[in-house]
């Protein structure tokens, strides 16, 4: 069956630090995969979008990775903050369609 | 630019009466897209429409639920008659282009929350 996983349980990390967030994916081939930040109450809003020709892509502190041959992205927050904390979604393009991971949640202590 | 827009935002209705969620995407964007989103869980697509045409309610529970985009700008869906399962969070988000663009960003709305008692 078709799964996208990512961590369930939440990434306390200390204010500074590198948070990397884990998204794996089974029985898909996508050719593009996004990421969202979602806060409480909020709809999620887009990160970034990585091909699958491409290894990475970075943004200000962002990076994503995106290896198909494992079937993982790695989200990379790096010099973290407090203003971090939030739900990270991964999304793969399936059929024209986004199908979203479950997130997982960063906390980031001051 | 103002963003989507969603109301209400919150909604609390008894089971079996009907319910209704709108709508107004990003000005210019031709595809718009409800969601379902349970807590814990990422947003389920439900319905897809590229201008007026919803061209993918594959996910969208046809015996209680149905969606309306005229004139290909605001949306509205509806659940009647609506049950304790239903309570979650409806998402519409809005993108430029079509379905060789599903790549492209989707921006989302703030959410209606509704509590089916």
């Known amino acids: 069956s078709q799964k996208i996983e990512q961590n369930s349980e939440a990434l306390n990390i200390q204010e500074g630090k590198t948070a990397t967030l884990t998204c794996n994916y089974t029985?898909?081939?996508?050719?593009?995969l996004q990421w969202y930040r979602q806060d409480p109450g909020r709809g999620p809003v887009f990160l970034l979008l990585i091909r699958e020709n491409e290894k990475e892509k970075r943004k200000e502190r962002l990076k994503v990775t995106f290896d198909t041959t494992l079937k993982q992205s790695l989200f990379h927050i790096t010099a973290s903050q407090p203003a971090d904390s939030a739900t990270y979604l991964c999304a793969l393009v399936s059929f024209q369609k986004l199908v979203f991971g479950t997130g997982t949640r960063l906390l980031v202590s001051p | 630019e103002a963003g989507v827009v969603q109301s209400p935002r919150y909604k609390i209705i008894e089971k079996k009466q009907p319910v209704a969620f709108w709508c107004n995407p990003i000005?210019?964007?031709?595809?718009l897209y409800w969601y379902l989103q349970n807590l814990g869980q990422g947003p389920e697509l439900l319905i897809r429409y590229e201008n007026e045409e919803a061209v993918d309610d594959s996910q969208l529970p046809k015996d209680r639920f149905s969606a309306e985009r005229l004139k290909g700008v605001d949306s509205t869906l509806k659940i009647q008659p609506a049950e304790l399962g239903d309570s979650a969070v409806y998402l519409c988000?809005?993108?430029?282009?079509?379905?060789?663009?599903?790549?492209?960003?989707?921006?989302f709305g703030p959410g209606t929350r509704l509590t089916v008692l």
């Open positions: 000005s210019g964007h031709n595809t």
């Open positions: 988000a809005s993108s430029l282009g079509l379905a060789a663009f599903s790549y492209n960003e989707q921006f």
């Open positions: 029985n898909y081939s996508p050719a593009y």
